[in-house]
C-alpha cells in the first residue's frame, strides 16, 4: 500500500499545507538547491537531494548502482500497462520533438504541444496520472499532421506499421474525446472493463474476467497466492486466458534487462538480501506467483540490510478489479538519523502508555513501539516515477501481512523536497496571520511534522486497550476516521511533552507549538482547498484533522483558546494558548479512547458527523479563492538524480551522484536508455 500519493495523506505538504522548514539532518549547502525545475498544467517537477550516499561503503554504493539500473529498467511496462498505444504514441511525439525544425518555438501550438508531451511523460501515458481522464490537445490536428510530416520514416515506430497505418490508428486517439476517455472506470453500473483504457484485459467482459478468477480461487486456501497479479487476461479464438509477465512471456525484452541488472545486484549483496535478489530473480523468469510470495516473505524478513528495494509488479490501483499490478520500482537506504529518533520513541513506548490521559482501565498494560524505519529514496522508477508516495507498506498479500508483517517505510529526503519547493509559495504569508507562528513554522515545521508522523505511527495506533466484549469493529464506517483521530491525538498531546526534550528529540517548546498552529489552521480552513465547492469531507484523515480542530475550537471557546479572526476581509485561524490546547488535546484523547475501547457508536457517529464532515460554504469559497490565486500547482513528481560509476582498470571504484535540472532532457534520455519494448506487446 502505498501512503500519501500527493493528494492524500501528506499532501498539505505537496501543495502548501505545512510549508515550512528547518533542514534537520540534511547536509549542509541545500540552501541554493533549486528544488523546482519545472512547472506546466496542473504539475510541478521537483528534484530531491540523497543525503548521505556519499558517506557509504563502495559495497553498498555498487548494490545501489545497479538496483538504481534495474529500477529504470521496467519504465515501458507501465506504459504499455496503462494504455496499449501509449508506447507507439510517446515515441511518436519523441520523433516529432526531436525533429522540430519550426524555428519559431514560441509558436502557441507548438508550446501546447510541448506541454502536452510533458504530460504524457508525467502520467507514463495519455491519461492524467491521478484523475485518469484523457488528455485534451491544446494544438490543433493540422498542425500535428505538419509536424509529423517533418519526421523521417525511419524515425518513426516502425514496428507498428507503416506511417499511415501508425496515423491511422493514433490520430483519432489523440484528437477524439469519445475515444479511450479514461483510463479506469470506476462506474458500477456498466462493464468497468470496457469503459476503462488500461491495457490489463482485452476481449474479455467484466463478468467473464470475474468468473475466470472465481473458479481458480479456493476459498479454503489460507495462503493463497495473488491471482492474476502478473498478467494480462485476453479471449483469443473463444479462449480465456492469461498472458504472463516473465521472461520468454509478455514484456520479456524489459523483464530481461532488469534480470541483467538484479544479477549484478546479487553479486555484490550480502546475505540475507542476496537470496532474496535470486528469489525475485527466479519469479521473474518463471512468472510464478508462489514464488512471488517466497519473494515477500524473504524481504519482509530482512530487517538488517542498510539498503533495500522494490521492484516489480506491486500495486493494483490501475485495475479497476483490483487485480492486475503496474510496475514499480524504488531503491533506499536508511537514514539513520532519522530512524534513531523513532528508535528512541519506540524504547520509551511503556512511559508513554503510563502517562496517557486516558482511563487507567483502557491502557495497555504492556506496549510495544513499532520502530517505522526512515529512508532515502536513491532512485523512483515505474509507477514510483516522476508523481511518487512518501510512504510505503508492503507486501500487500494479507496473511504474509499477518503471519511475517510488513514494512512500513517513510520516505524523509521526499517530504523533505516537497516542504523546501514550496518555501516562498505565499502560503504562509497568505493564511498564517501572525509573524510569530510563521517564523515557528519557518523554522521548526518540518521537524515538527516528522515527528508528529513517528508518534502517530510509532505509538498511538498501538496504544489503548479494548473493554473485554469489544472486538474493535463496532465504529463501522466510522472506525477509520476515529482511529486516525485517536493516533493524532496522541501524537499531538505528547508534541508538547516536556519528555521529548528530556529526550533531545526536539530543542524547545517551539517545536510544537509550531506544529499546532499548522495543524489547527489546516484541519479548520486551509485544507479545503483541495475539496470542491459544495461537497463534504470524505477522506479519513481529513476528516479526521477537522474533527479534532472543531472539537477543540468549540471545547475552547469561553477561554479563547482557538479564534477565528478575520481581517481586511480574510478569515484567519489563531491559537492564543498553547498549553490549554493541549489540555483540550488531551481530554478528547480520553473520550476518544473510551468510544473506541467501548465500541460506542453512536457516540463516534455523532462527533463525526457533528464536526467532521459538514463544509461552511461561504469559508470553503474564500479559502479556494485565496489558494487560487497563489497559483500553487497540486500535483507534484521528481526527476531522479544520476548515478555514473568511476571505473580503473574495469571494475568500479566509486559511483558518482549528480542532480540534473532538466526535466525534458531526463525523459529524453530515459526513452533513448531504457526503451527495451516493441511498440506492440501482447
Ligand atoms: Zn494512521
Known amino acids: 500500500m502505498k501512503k500519501g500519493f500527493v493528494l492524500s495523506m501528506m499532501s498539505m505538504i505537496a501543495i502548501g499545507g505545512i510549508s515550512c522548514s528547518s533542514r534537520s539532518g540534511q547536509t ?16 510541478k517537477v521537483l528534484r530531491y537531494q540523497v543525503p548521505g550516499f556519499e558517506a ?15 529500477a529504470l529498467c521496467g519504465r515501458d511496462i507501465l506504459y504499455d500497462q496503462n494504455f496499449k498505444y501509449n508506447l507507439p504514441i510517446r515515441r511518436t511525439l519523441e520523433a516529432i520533438y526531436m525533429n522540430y525544425n519550426g524555428g519559431d518555438q514560441e509558436n502557441a501550438q507548438w508550446k501546447a504541444f510541448e506541454k502536452y508531451l510533458k504530460k504524457v511523460w508525467f502520467a507514463n501515458g495519455i491519461h492524467h496520472h491521478y484523475s485518469t481522464d484523457k488528455f485534451t490537445p491544446e494544438f490543433d490536428r493540422d498542425f500535428f499532421e505538419m509536424l509529423v510530416a517533418c519526421v523521417p520514416d525511419e524515425e518513426l515506430p516502425t514496428d507498428f506499421g507503416t506511417r499511415e497505418e501508425l496515423l491511422a490508428v493514433i490520430e483519432p486517439i489523440l484528437f477524439d474525446p469519445d475515444l479511450y476517455p479514461v483510463r479506469v472506470s470506476q462506474s458500477a453500473d456498466s462493464d468497468m472493463l470496457k469503459h476503462s483504457a488500461m491495457n490489463y484485459y482485452e476481449g474479455v467482459s467484466q463478468k467473464e474476467a470475474e468468473q475466470f478468477y472465481a473458479k481458480m480461487v479456493d476459498p479454503t486456501d489460507r495462503t493463497p497466492i495473488s491471482y492474476g497479479l502478473n498478467s494480462k487476461l485476453v479471449k483469443e479464438n473463444g479462449r480465456i486466458y492469461e498472458k504472463v509477465w516473465k521472461v520468454d512471456g509478455m514484456y520479456s525484452p524489459a523483464i530481461e534487462k532488469i534480470i541483467y541488472w538484479l544479477d549484478l545486484a546479487a553479486d555484490v549483496a550480502e546475505e540475507p538480501q542476496k537470496s532474496t535478489i535470486e528469489k525475485l530473480i527466479s519469479y521473474y523468469r518463471s512468472g510464478d506467483l508462489k ?13 538488517v540490510s542498510n539498503v533495500d528495494f522494490v521492484n516489480g509488479f506491486t500495486e493494483n490501483y490501475g485495475d479497476p478489479l483490483g487485480r492486475k499490478a503496474s510496475w514499480e520500482a524504488l531503491v533506499n537506504f536508511k537514514n539513520e538519523e532519522a530512524t534513531r529518533r523513532t528508535e528512541i ?29 526512515v529512508i532515502t529514496a536513491a532512485i523512483l522508477g515505474g509507477d514510483c516515477y516522476p508523481a511518487t508516495p512518501i510512504g510505503i507498506n508492503l507486501p500487500n498479500a494479507d496473511w504474509i501481512r499477518k503471519e511475517h508483517g510488513s514494512k512500513s517505510v517513510t520516505i ?51 496504544s489503548g486497550q479494548l473493554a473485554p466484549g469489544t472486538n474493535g469493529d463496532e465504529l463501522k464506517q466510522y472506525g477509520s476516521a476515529l482511529e486516525e483521530t485517536r493516533a493524532d491525538l496522541f501524537a499531538l498531546y505528547y508534541l508538547a511533552d516536556p519528555k521529548l526534550v528530556e529526550l533531545g528529540i526536539v530543542p524547545n517548546a517551539d517545536v510544537a507549538k509550531a506544529e499546532y498552529a499548522s495543524y489547527i489552521m489546516n484541519g ?13 469531507v470524505e477522506q479519513a484523515h481529513m476528516r479526521n484533522r477537522k474533527l479534532i480542530a472543531e472539537w477543540c475550537y468549540e471545547q475552547g471557546r469561553a477561554d479563547n483558546v482557538i479564534e477565528k479572526v478575520v481581517e481586511n ?14 489540555a483540550l488535546f488531551g481530554k478528547m484523547l480520553r473520550e476518544i479512547q473510551r468510544i473506541k475501547s467501548e465500541g460506542d457508536f453512536e457516540a463516534g457517529k455523532e462527533l463525526v458527523e457533528k464536526y467532521a464532515v459538514k463544509i461552511d460554504p461561504v469559508l470553503h469559497a474564500e479559502v ?32 558518482k551522484i549528480e542532480y540534473p535540472e532538466d526535466y525534458v532532457e531526463q525523459m529524453l534520455e530515459y526513452s533513448r536508455n531504457y526503451s527495451f519494448l516493441p511498440s506492440k506487446n501482447g
Not at 524 to 536: C, H, P, S, V
Request: overall charge negative; charged content about 30%; glycine content about 8%.
Open 28 to 43: 549542509d549547502g541545500t540552501d541554493d538547491f533549486k528544488w523546482i525545475v519545472d512547472k506546466f498544467d496542473d504539475i
Open 569 to 582: 476581509g480574510k478569515t484567519y485561524i489563531v491559537v492564543n494558548d498553547f498549553d490549554k490546547l493541549r
Open 412 to 462: 524523509q529526503n521526499i517530504t523533505e523536497a516537497y516542504s523546501e519547493s514550496s518555501k516562498g509559495n505565499g502560503f504562509l504569508e497568505e493564511f498564517m496571520l501572525r509573524p510569530e507562528d510563521r517564523e515557528r513554522i519557518t523554522k521548526y515545521g518540518t521537524l515538527g511534522d516528522n515527528l508528529h508522523t513517528d508518534l502517530h505511527e510509532c505509538l498511538g495506533h498501538g
Open 624 to 655: 479556494l479563492e485565496r489558494y487560487g490565486k497563489l497559483g500553487i500547482q497540486p500535483y507534484s513528481g521528481f526527476v531522479n538524480p544520476k548515478y555514473s560509476p568511476v571505473m580503473e582498470g574495469g571494475e568500479i571504484v566509486d559511483v
Open 345 to 373: 520513541i519506540s524504547a520509551q513506548a511503556q512511559w508513554f502508555e503510563d502517562h496517557s490521559p486516558v482511563q487507567p482501565e483502557y491502557k495497555k498494560k504492556e506496549v510495544k513501539g513499532v520502530s517505522a524505519k
Open 56 to 70: 557509504l561503503p563502495l559495497q553498498q554504493k555498487k548494490l545501489i548502482y545497479y538496483l538504481n539500473e534495474a
Open 524 to 536: 479548520m480552513m486551509t485544507q479545503f482547498a483541495r475539496i470542491e465547492l459544495g461537497k463534504n
Open 291 to 303: 514464488e512471488f510470495d517466497e519473494f515477500n516473505i524473504l524481504w519482509v524478513q530482512d530487517t
